[in-house]
């Protein structure tokens, strides 16, 4: 979602409580990275407040300048991460355009994030979304 279409998901959310809304990519700001990229940042933690909402971490390495473990993201990611709680703030790759290895897509989450719990890996990884949408993982 393009982050000049975010002001368009709390009405969303507000009037379609049980309308399940993911905000894709972080809700950045396109075509920028560090501070810029975020530059809504308050506007999209402000969405935490609505339970239907949640935040998908797509591409989040390509949001960085620096390289692996691209930790000028990571207060943003905290901030996220803080505001949602792991099973609303869910891991993406978009491989395709990253700066980085599959295996680093995914050990940023897995291993840089020193906040994230096993229990929080579990959900952010994969667990929270299958939560969120009702997705029967058992069989």
């Known amino acids: ?3 000049n279409y975010m002001s368009m998901v709390a009405p969303i959310a507000e ?3 049980n309308l399940k809304l993911i905000v894709d990519h972080l809700g950045r700001v396109g075509g920028k990275t560090d501070a810029e ?3 809504t940042l308050p506007e999209m933690l402000a969405l935490a407040k609505f339970p239907n909402v949640a935040i998908k971490a797509t591409g989040a390495p390509s949001y960085s300048s620096g390289e692996y473990p691209f930790s000028s993201i990571h207060d943003y ?3 996220i991460y ?3 709680g792991p099973d609303r703030m869910f891991w993406g790759t978009d491989i395709t355009r990253m700066p980085c290895s599959w295996k680093q897509c995914v050990s940023m989450f897995t291993e840089e994030l020193p906040w994230l719990s096993e229990t929080d890996k579990e959900l952010v990884m994969g ?3 299958c939560q969120f949408l009702k997705w029967n993982i058992s069989e």
Do not use: I, N, T
Request: charged share 15%; hydrophobic share 40%; with cysteine.
């Open 37 to 39: 990229c975020f530059a």
């Open 127 to 129: 667990e929270g979304v």
């Open 1 to 3: 979602m393009a982050s």
């Open 77 to 79: 990611l905290h901030q």
């Open 82 to 84: 803080d505001s949602f």
């Open 15 to 17: 009037k379609y409580p």
